[in-house]
């Protein structure tokens, strides 16, 4: 049995193909389009995955959508009526672009779906998921237990912000939720909005610059903009916030309360702003604490799985683990709305056409998230020269030693290899490399590479093996959804000096072996690398601890800031002649960028929007 899933029409559009309960292929659809969280009807990203299965749409017995329109319709409607005259603007804004498309998405995704149907008949396969089943079906079924309590939080659904389901086998059973406009990922957006960043792109930098700040603010949130209880459930003061009824996210009572108005998208960042972000970040912490122990207490089932864009939080997530109330933690690696897609298709194929569940042996069932388009060696010769690319060509056992060298010598290397990752991050299938030995890495690769802000933290990729040697983790953290704290043996001595530094000046400060991945805080967000899903980049970070013992490298998504992770060996070759990268690998071919046309390179810098 063949069930396609779909997200579309909001950000981040994904298609999933599964068969028999098994993940054939997943992808964005900005990964085709280049249109960074492109939420358009996912053409592409459909056509891929029939394309990797062989099939047409005619072979596919079920095409599930992710949520249901007609209930966000009904929430819209109540929300306006609930707060008129309040909230005219938008509603004379919202209703009719509702009218004109989105209530009638099921026409138009019949109509979409036709393309792909040789017969034309799609109708009859139609299904729709709830918002957060989408989500929650994606983190349970795909994780390695039996029995588990799934949360999934984001910022809205149909009517639920965050819910709780308890799954067994393949039955996942919805026991409580929190409902609109009550909201912990808009509340996290709201602050997003109010220190100068995009909504649903920014939200990772409030993640990034806590660190560098004081959570000043965190008790003027508890005690004014949430009332949050023991349990974690909590209610939002509306009179603050402009999401439900507005145009914005925060209302003028939001700006006097923090001091002032929302930071312009172009002004400098300030303390304040990395205090402001350390204070969300921190009340973001302490809700997630209080419903995981709740749950915890409450189930009494030792297993937990996350989805929905608030489990992105990496640094929540660790936070959890650590906690112990439970003693596994799985979070799906896309588990935004692109793996609302994947979620919907397991729910209608497990909740729906109750298909039995064998639980997945090894890590999980998500194949290290490598579910994306790959390229075979020959075709990958023919695109690079197609496009004037100068290369040679290795076999593995020249390639790795020779790309390691390359690491150890301070180059920045981009990395393309085998399937394109499915989630939004890069996992050593489309990645630029680094060394975390070099003070100077994070800044080359911040400023020259990804052309964006000084203080975004990158993320070590370890061996599996050697985990425990560096960080304050045991387990498993292969998708990178997991911060852990470095080990003190290696952490450097901190001058008096450099103790007294406030804010972005901490940045330069080196503290610990490997610099260019611990964040001001000594905190790195992991990758463990398995020989299992990923053999080839496996055998280089090993190759790399022959050369220099050091069984670590950096990994930042193949791209620059505002572009989509690169999918095709011409995305790849173009990102790498329009940024300072010194050396390409693509399969098994490696470039360096002294040997190519000049004429070829274009302007990274400011082609794509900032993010």
Same mark, same amino acid.
């Given at each position: ?77 109540? !929300? ?93 059973? &919805? ?108 009340? !973001? ?12 207490? &409450? ?313």
């Amino acid at each position: 049995m063949r069930i396609l899933g779909i997200s579309a029409f909001y950000h981040d559009s994904a298609a999933a193909l599964i068969e028999d309960g098994k993940i054939v292929a997943a992808a964005q659809e900005e990964r085709f389009t280049r249109i960074k969280h492109d939420p358009a009807f996912p053409v592409k990203a459909i056509q891929y995955c029939l394309d990797e299965a062989g099939v047409t749409l005619d072979d596919v017995d079920h095409v599930t959508f992710f949520e249901k329109p007609f209930i966000k319709f009904e929430r819209l409607l109540e !929300t306006y009526l609930a707060n008129a005259p309040r909230g005219f603007q938008s509603f004379r804004v919202a209703i009719p672009v509702w009218i004109k498309e989105k209530l009638f998405q099921k026409a138009l995704l019949i109509k979409e779906l036709k393309q792909f149907a040789p017969s034309g008949e799609v109708e009859g396969k139609l299904m729709f998921a709830e918002h957060h089943q989408s989500h929650a079906a994606s983190a349970f079924y795909p994780s390695p237990y039996e029995e588990a309590v799934v949360l999934t939080m984001d910022g809205v659904g149909e009517w639920a912000t965050a819910s709780v389901s308890i799954g067994r086998g393949n039955a996942l059973t &919805r026991t409580r939720e929190i409902r609109w406009p009550h909201s912990l990922g808009l509340l996290y957006s709201a602050f997003t909005y109010y220190t100068g960043f995009k909504v649903n792109s920014g939200e990772y930098k409030i993640m990034g610059l806590a660190p560098y700040g004081e959570p000043k603010y965190a008790d003027l949130i508890l005690e004014n903009l949430m009332d949050l209880r023991e349990d974690g459930s909590f209610w939002l003061d509306q009179s603050y916030f402009d999401y439900a009824t507005g145009l914005t996210m925060t209302t003028k009572k939001f700006d006097d309360l923090f001091g002032g108005p929302p930071c312009d998208t172009d002004s400098t960042v300030t303390q304040r702003e990395m205090d402001l972000a350390a204070s969300v970040q921190v009340v !973001t912490e302490e809700v997630m604490l209080r419903i995981t122990r709740d749950l915890r207490q &409450r189930y009494d089932i030792p297993n937990l799985c996350l989805a929905g864009g608030v489990a992105l939080n990496c640094v929540a997530n660790g936070k959890i683990l650590r906690d112990g109330a439970f003693e596994n933690i799985w979070v799906q690696p896309a588990a935004g709305d692109a793996g609302g897609a994947l979620g919907a298709a397991l729910a209608a194929y497990y909740c729906e056409l109750k298909q039995p569940r064998i639980v997945a042996s090894g890590l999980d069932a998500m194949s290290g998230s490598y579910l994306g388009p790959e390229f075979q060696q020959d075709d990958i010769e023919n695109r690079l020269s197609s496009a004037g690319a100068v290369f040679d060509v290795m076999n593995d056992e020249q390639l790795l030693p020779t790309t390691a060298h390359s690491l150890a010598n301070g180059e920045a290397v981009g990395w393309f290899s085998g399937r394109m990752e499915f989630g939004p991050r890069a996992l050593g299938g489309r990645s630029i490399l680094g060394d975390p030995r070099s003070e100077e890495m994070q800044k080359t690769l911040n400023l020259k590479i990804k052309y964006r802000e000084s203080f975004r933290p990158f993320a070590p990729s370890v061996l599996r093996e050697d985990v425990d040697d560096f960080f304050e983790h045991e387990g498993d953290s292969p998708y990178m959804l997991m911060v852990a704290d470095v080990k003190r043996n290696r952490r450097r001595h901190m001058r008096s000096e450099d103790e007294m530094l406030f804010g972005i000046d901490k940045l330069n400060v080196p503290r610990s072996d490997i610099p260019a991945v611990t964040h001001v805080d000594y905190s790195a967000r992991i990758q463990t690398v398995h020989a299992e899903t990923n053999p080839r980049y496996h055998g280089l970070i090993k190759a790399f601890k022959e050369q220099t013992g050091c069984p670590i490298v950096v990994n930042t998504s193949f791209n620059v800031r505002g572009e989509p992770i690169v999918c095709t060996p011409e995305d790849a070759f173009r990102c790498f002649m329009g940024t300072e990268m010194d050396t390409l690998v693509v399969g098994n071919c490696i470039l360096r960028k002294n040997q190519q046309n000049a004429a070829l390179a274009e302007d990274y810098k400011d082609k794509f929007e900032l993010d």
